[in-house]
């Protein structure tokens, strides 16, 4: 796995953006990378759900359906852990919970 892009973004857990491409060449842009207390984890990109135009607000937080999917936990949290080892080799200190 290769990270082709980071977008720093610092908003609640939230620590920025990764563009990957996966060994088969597959690119996946805009996955969400995030941090709290010291747990950092990647999640793929999702779209916003709207209702007449307008960001739909659940439990308070904005709604979000995905657009992929893994098949098992297991491949998910593999993916997770390798997005965030892939950040971190390339942008040390990117996932500190201090602001740079």
Not at 28 to 36: G, L, P
Not at 81 to 100: I, M, N, S, Y
């Amino acid at each position: 796995m290769m990270l082709r892009h980071w977008r720093p973004m610092r908003r609640a857990t939230l620590r920025g953006f990764a563009d990957i491409e996966l060994p088969n060449g597959l690119q996946i842009d805009d996955i969400a990378v995030h941090d709290r207390g010291g747990r950092a984890w990647a999640g793929l990109p999702a779209r916003p759900v709207l209702e007449n135009g307008r960001h739909i607000i659940r439990d308070g937080k904005p709604a979000y359906a995905r657009i992929l999917a893994w098949r098992s936990r297991n491949l998910a949290d593999r993916f997770s852990t390798a997005v965030v080892e892939l950040v971190r080799r390339t942008h040390p200190g990117a996932l500190d919970d201090a602001r740079p």
